[in-house]
Nanobody
């Protein structure tokens, strides 16, 4: 089972940008559908962006046009570029890995805090 470690969280003012990274302990190319989720205080964990069949990326409506998911399979790392951040984006962000032949998430990262506040 692959281990995931996120980094890059922090505090930023509204309108600012952050880039999250998620490094995997093993090969993810063609093995795992990688994704990003977030959980705000008092709310359920929600999907932010995930790779779907065919290699395209599905985004939550709330982040479309502002967030970009990218990957570097040579480094077994995925990224989440977040621009035009809003206070509603404040949450703990989690990286996920799901084997392509499974319905449930196989691995979660430990999470990284993103705080958007003036």
């Amino acid at each position: 089972q692959v281990q995931l470690v996120e980094s890059g969280g922090g505090s930023v003012q509204p309108g600012g940008s952050l880039r999250l990274s998620c490094s995997a302990s093993g090969t993810i190319f063609n093995r795992y559908a990688m994704g990003w989720y977030r959980q705000a205080p008092g709310k359920e964990r929600e999907l932010v962006a995930v790779i779907i069949s065919g290699g395209s990326v599905k985004y939550a409506d709330s982040v479309k046009g502002r967030f970009t998911f990218s990957k570097d399979y040579a480094k077994n790392t995925v990224y989440l570029e977040m621009n035009s951040l809003k206070p509603d984006d404040t949450a703990v962000y989690y990286c996920s890995a799901r084997k392509w032949n499974r319905d449930s998430i196989d691995s979660w990262g430990q999470g990284t805090q993103v705080t958007v506040s003036s």
